[in-house]
């Protein structure tokens, strides 16, 4: 008989407001261990001490999936706004329209929850037309349960530290942006975070895999979200949001990892 698996999640919050998360899946002998390590990292928070704490350890019951990371470049720009530049020609040749790449940046950097706030979750967007197509546009649509098996977690910790990327966030999202791109009818991803001290982003997409660009904001920027592409004459909406929420998918092989490299904005 397989071993069982848990999905881990822990949030913390301090006055309301969202401070940490962290989620992994693992096999029963490990849920004590990796619970305790969550809370530890909440606890030390860089951005303030948490004064709640949530976690949540549910068995899956449904079949895991087993797949291979997405390959990972990284970009160094001169600056942000070329940055843009770059998301907007990636998400191109991944099949999103300009004027609508041009959009979700914008709604990016603007905030694209309600009243301009920064969303917990990611916009669903129609490559096509722009339209926003998540059903609740102040939450979003949350990806869960993805995790590194034990040995590719070594291996990648390895990997990604050998070409200057061991930062956990790039690990973090690159498992994020893993499950995304195996996603029933996903075009692309477009992501910055609303940390102000990081302003590192990315565009995935099926066919370029997990593109790192090393400026998408101006440092002390708190903005920051997710933007899922799809066509929507071609997806069920709801098998996409369900896969996103609640299939397990363990991932079990790296891709290949390129070293950062120069990019250079082009006129027009
Ligand atoms: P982070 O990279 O954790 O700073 O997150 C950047 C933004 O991505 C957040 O502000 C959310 O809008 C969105 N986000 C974070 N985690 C998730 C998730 N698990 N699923 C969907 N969107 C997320």
């Known amino acids: 008989m397989d071993t069982p698996l848990y999905s881990v999640r822990m949030r913390a919050s301090s006055q309301g407001q969202h401070l940490a998360g962290a989620e992994r899946i693992v096999s029963g002998a490990a849920v004590s261990e990796v619970t305790a390590a ?39 720009v001169n600056n942000w706004q070329d940055g843009r530049q770059l998301a907007g020609t990636l998400l191109f040749r991944a099949g999103v329209e300009k004027d609508v790449a041009a959009q979700a940046v914008l709604l ?52 990604l530290a050998s070409a200057g990327l061991g930062h956990h966030r790039v ?3 690159l498992v994020l942006a893993g499950k995304v ?6 075009v692309a991803e477009l992501c910055w975070s609303d940390d102000p001290n990081y302003t590192t982003g990315y565009v995935a997409a099926p066919s370029g895999g997990y593109q790192r660009i090393s400026a998408l904001k101006p440092v002390g920027d708190s903005y920051g979200g997710r933007v899922f592409f799809v066509k929507r004459s071609h997806v069920s909406l709801e098998g996409f949001v369900n896969y996103m929420e609640h299939q397990a998918v363990l991932f079990n092989a790296l891709g290949a990892i390129s070293p950062p490299g120069k990019w250079v904005a082009t006129d027009g």
């Open 38 to 76: 969550m809370v530890s990292r909440a606890m030390n928070c860089a951005t303030g001490a948490a004064e709640e704490i949530h976690c949540s350890v549910e068995r899956i019951a449904s079949a895991v999936r087993f797949e291979p990371l997405p390959d990972v470049a990284t970009y160094i």
């Open 108 to 159: 990016l950097a603007n905030g694209a929850g309600t009243g301009g706030s920064v969303m917990r979750g990611a916009v669903i967007m129609d490559a096509e037309t722009g339209e926003r197509l998540e059903k609740d546009p102040s939450r979003g649509v949350r990806v869960s349960r993805m995790d590194l098996s034990s040995e590719c977690r070594a291996e990648l910790m390895r990997e």
């Open 171 to 173: 690990l973090e999202a």
């Open 181 to 186: 791109l195996r996603a029933p009818g996903i």
